[in-house]
Each structure stands twice: as C-alpha cells, then as structure tokens.
C-alpha cells in the first residue's frame, strides 16, 4: 500500500479503482469526520486489515461525461483539475518531508477520490500559539520555514499556509506538519530540485498548471503567511490579519491603536524574534520589501 512510489529512477502514481463508492469500506472504516473543507470531508479511518489509524480526504467530484462541454461558471473540470493537481504534488512533486503530511494511498471511483493520510493529532498552530515560548516558538517556526524552502525548492507554492493548515503528530505539539495543496501551485520554472525525475510535461497540461490566482502566485505569498503565522506566535494568539495591513506611523495617524494582546510579547521573545518579524511580518511592523526564502532561513533567530 503506497500511493508514491519510484519504478527505476521515474515517480509513478499507484491508484486502486474502485468499482462503487461501498466498495473502499473493504480497504478503510470510517470513524469520525475530522474536518470539513471546501471540498469534502477528511475522516479518521482505520485500515480493515492492519488496523492502523490514518486520515481520509473524501472528494467528491462531477462526473465528467466523455465530450461534455463545461460553462466557465459550473465547470466541473475545474474541481476535478484542482484535486488531480493535489494528488501530483503530494504524489510525485514531493519527495518525503517529516513537515509536510506524508500520501499512503490513494484510491478513486468515477466520482470520489480518496486520499489516505498519515494521521495527525487534532491540534493545530492555534492551540499551540497560548503555550509558544522562544524556544518552542524558535523550533516550530523553523519547522514551517525548512519545509516551505523545501516546497519552494521543488517548485511548488503552498498558497494557503495558515494555523488550521498547520497540524502537530501530537498532543505535545513539539513536530508539525503541512497539510492542505488544495489551493497549492506548480511552477516548474521555480524548481531547483526534481525528485525521481519527474517531468511536468507528463503530468500537466501547462494550463492546469495554473492555479486560482496563479497570475499572483509566487513565493512571497508563503513568505507573507509565514510572517503572519510568526505575528500569531509572538502574540500568543490567532491575529486578525486586517488590523494590520498599514505600516505603524499611517495605522497610528489614522487612530487604529492596536490591542495589547496583539503585541509580540518581549517578555517572552527573544529581540531576534521580533527582528524577524520587523523583516517578514505585516506591514505594520515590517521595515521594508519582503525578503527572500534564503534570507528567512539564515535569520539569526532561526540559525
Ligand atoms: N492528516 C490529517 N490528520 C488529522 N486531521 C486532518 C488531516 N488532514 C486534514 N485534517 C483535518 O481536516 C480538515 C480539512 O482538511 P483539508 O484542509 O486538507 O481539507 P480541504 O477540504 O482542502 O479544506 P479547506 O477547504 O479548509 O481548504 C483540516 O482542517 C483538519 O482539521
């Protein structure tokens, strides 16, 4: 059971078909709904034979009929393009990452795909910004930077890095994983890195290579989540993104004072912390342009 897997030196997709939707109750029992997104539903199942505990994302799509012409505004490809688009970068894109959630098996029928996931607690960065020190706060966040370089390295951009699409292994909440390439993007011409071969030319049409906002897409974006994602952990709480789209002195002049328990608590934080927040948060603390993925990285908070 693997749904990545390597045949020589080329990255393959191995997918079991389903003859009916009852039919993945031979392979997985569901247990309970663990989350509800966009586009379907993510179960705690257990393996009918191992007996094992995993996540399954359930998705459902339109069948799409041979021919069929599609309207841009109920275009059924559409969803059937972004789910396709997941399952390769986790699949194939991806080499392992012990912070980036890790494919089992993948399975489909004519209208669901099943995507088997290691299974994580149900804890989140939101629980876990309460109880963020410098040292637990240092060490998770360098977490969420190596594997955002790392995604960036193969080409691929999160676009949607935020405390729910950050989960922990476990209740002590000391190892965290990226979850969540729904909205994700591949562009080749990025990569710097290429597992097992892989070609995208095999895999995608170049359009569907394009994601929701892919005129806009790039690394920034993460960088820009991942400064919000630091404002949350210095805080000690989830952060309301909007108070903050202003540098200081303009948020100031207009009388928008900000909350106390929005401030990066120093009490707590090193200086070097809230450095790095002045170089990748929200404009209302940051002292110039974003800076690059490399720059992040070699921060001395961080190093
Ligand atoms: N591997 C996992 N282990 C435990 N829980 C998970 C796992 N993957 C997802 N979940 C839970 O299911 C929820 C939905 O998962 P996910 O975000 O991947 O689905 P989605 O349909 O793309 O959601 P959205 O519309 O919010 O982007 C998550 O917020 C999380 O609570």
Request: hydrophobic letters at 40%.
């Amino acid at each position: 059971m693997a749904g990545r897997e390597r045949e020589g030196n080329h990255a393959f997709i191995r997918v079991k078909f389903l003859n009916g939707n009852g039919e993945i109750n031979r392979y997985y029992r569901r247990l309970h709904v663990l989350g509800e997104g966009g586009y379907g539903k993510t179960y705690e199942v257990e393996h009918v034979r191992n007996g094992r505990r995993y996540a399954m994302k359930v998705q459902k799509f339109e069948r799409v009929a041979p021919g069929a012409v599609a309207t841009s505004s109920t275009d059924p490809f559409e969803d059937v393009r972004i789910i396709y688009k997941e399952m390769v970068i986790l699949n194939l894109i991806l080499p392992r990452h012990r912070n980036i959630i890790n494919i089992k098996d993948l399975l489909m029928s004519v209208d669901t795909v099943y995507i088997v996931l290691e299974l994580c607690a149900r804890k989140c960065l939101r629980n876990f910004y309460p109880i963020a020190n410098n040292r637990s706060g240092r060490r998770i966040f360098k977490q969420i930077v190596q594997a955002t370089h790392f995604l960036h390295q193969h080409g691929v951009i999160h676009m949607d890095l935020h405390s729910e699409n950050v989960l922990f292994t476990d209740d002590t909440m000391t190892e965290s994983k990226i979850i969540d390439f729904g909205l994700a993007v591949y562009k080749p011409e990025l990569a710097v890195r290429v597992h097992a071969n892989f070609n995208h030319h095999q895999w995608f049409d170049i359009d569907d290579l394009s994601g929701l906002i892919q005129d806009y897409s790039g690394p920034h974006e993460d960088i820009q989540a991942l400064g919000h994602i630091l404002h949350c952990i210095l805080a000690g709480t989830e952060v309301d993104p909007e108070r903050f789209e202003q540098p200081r002195p303009e948020a100031e002049a207009e009388g928008e004072g900000v909350t106390p328990a929005y401030m990066p608590r120093m009490h707590i934080f090193d200086r070097e912390a809230k450095d790095l927040l002045e170089l990748i948060g929200p404009e209302y603390f940051r002292r110039g342009a974003l800076p690059t993925m490399d720059r992040v990285l070699t921060h001395p908070w961080l190093a």
